[in-house]
């Protein structure tokens, strides 16, 4: 019978099936930084337990880390403190740690595939919702919770149960103008936030087999926000020449051997789904945000849905978003003036992002009521970007040019949305609060757009401005 790529990773990862049904997976790559650990390193001390598999862990420091003055002790004490287990904890467990001297320094999700450390066919584990980012590569990564860090930790394994599995088709041409960004928000847009629930999505159909990796990784990385447990890519000639030369990757003949396997794990024809959906990419236009989750969202020509047009059960969620956002039933999305511009997070700050939103500064200069950021998802990410000559063409046109984090994703450092302000920002999740802000209020949108809005001082189509 044919299986998909998610029976082939399950299976090859599987050490029992547990009395209660669940599976107690081997998990290849156990990504940490400083936010989810301190606790369990903290209980794995007190059990005098080691770390069971040192060289299948590497840390980062990426969450609350300023991206302006690096140096340390940071002025935030708690930053400051979350930083010192780390460093402390890395070193008392002798543990791969790329930290700001290394060069290698980046969020989470950003680093593991540009290090080659997440490769097809792996189980990867991170106390990070947005782990299912490593999926793009044909692997199948999930966030976990501090509990479950020390788990993994401790063990090298997790109990799991094993998701059904959707597959995602999205067939047909993208639009100039309409990035992976806008796939994901329309593939949310349509299923729903908790469509995925219960489920893992295989991402295919020609648009996803010409995306090119960093494209897979911004599609990936918002499968939660869909509610899905993952989603992935099968492995093909895309995911083979991203990897290859890349440090953690395998090397010489080792990687043909790898190459050659990973393509075996992809989905075999014919393979049976619990459910399949189709998109249609050509129909699909810049997405905007425009309420308190992913889901919220309409194409920048379209007006902003009003409550009764939705099911009875929906309509305490969009009254309570259109109230929070301060917009009214029935108004276009384009045209909302915007406070803030921010493109960074590990769903869009790696190079192809920065290249796209500075294709959009060079028409024109940040509007003057705009503070505009743009930071880097990694080291890597700024010193390729640096030897292109971006930064120059960011601060021309009057965005701040910062160093590698998470930055205004969710605001653990000194970039915080101030009070009302309107974010539009390339980061994953508009939930109230999220940038730093009780009353803050953010829209999500692909990094090309967050440009065009910033040069114009409220939502714009970034179709007419790079025509
Ligand atoms: S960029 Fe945002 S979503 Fe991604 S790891 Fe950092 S905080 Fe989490």
Request: aromatic share 6%; charged share 20%; with cysteine.
């Amino acid at each position: 019978m044919a299986r998909t790529l998610l029976d082939k990773v399950w299976e090859a990862h599987t050490v029992r099936t547990l009395p209660s049904g669940q599976t107690q997976l081997l998990i290849g790559l156990h990504l940490i930084h400083e936010v989810t650990t301190p606790q369990a390193f903290q209980m794995l001390k007190e059990l005098k337990l080691k770390v069971r598999m040192p060289e299948r862990t590497f840390g980062t420091l990426d969450h609350i880390i300023p991206t302006t003055d690096q140096s340390r002790p940071y002025a935030d004490p708690e930053a400051e403190e979350m930083a010192a287990h780390m460093y402390r904890n890395m070193k008392d467990f002798a543990l791969p740690f790329f930290d700001m001297s290394t060069g290698k320094q980046g969020i989470v999700h950003v680093i593991g595939p540009e290090l080659g450390l997440t490769q097809p066919g792996m189980t990867i584990a991170c106390g990070d919702s947005h782990t299912s980012t490593h999926g793009a590569v044909g692997a199948i990564a999930f966030g976990i919770g501090t509990t479950q860090v020390r788990d993994i930790l401790a063990t090298q394994c997790l109990s799991m149960a094993k998701p059904k599995l959707r597959q995602v088709r999205v067939e047909g041409t993208l639009d100039k103008g309409v990035y992976a960004k806008d796939v994901i928000l329309a593939i949310i847009g349509t299923l729903g936030v908790k469509g995925g629930v219960g489920y893992a999505y295989e991402y295919a159909g020609d648009t996803i087999d010409r995306m090119t990796m960093e494209e897979r990784l911004t599609l990936c990385n918002m499968s939660i926000e869909g509610g899905a447990r993952f989603g992935y890519v099968n492995p093909d000639a895309t995911t083979v020449e991203y990897l290859r030369g890349r440090p953690y990757a395998p090397q010489g003949d080792a990687f043909d051997r790898a190459a050659a396997w990973w393509k075996t794990i992809a989905t075999e024809p014919g393979a049976a789904f619990d459910d399949v959906k189709r998109l249609d990419a050509g129909a699909i236009e810049p997405v905007v945000t425009w309420g308190i989750n992913p889901g919220m969202s309409v194409g920048i020509s379209d007006k902003i849905p009003v409550p009764e047009d939705q099911p009875e059960a929906e309509r305490p969620t969009f009254r309570e978003a259109l109230a929070h956002m301060g917009f009214a039933a029935g108004q276009p999305i384009k045209g909302a003036k915007i406070d803030v511009a921010f493109v960074g997070s590990c769903t869009n700050g790696r190079l192809s992002d920065l290249r796209a939103a500075a294709e959009v500064a060079k028409k024109g200069k940040v509007a003057s009521h705009v503070r505009a950021l743009i930071v880097p998802g990694s080291q890597q990410v700024a010193k390729a970007a640096e030897a292109e000559g971006l930064p120059e063409i960011f601060q021309a046109a009057g965005f701040q040019w910062r160093k590698a984090g998470c930055s205004m994703c969710l605001g653990m450092n000194d970039d915080k949305l101030q009070g009302r302000e309107m974010s539009a920002s390339s980061s994953n999740r508009n939930f109230i609060g999220r940038q730093g802000s009780p009353t803050g209020r953010t829209l999500l949108m692909s990094p090309a757009m967050v440009a065009a809005a910033a040069i114009t001082g409220a939502v714009a189509d970034v179709r007419e401005i790079l025509k």
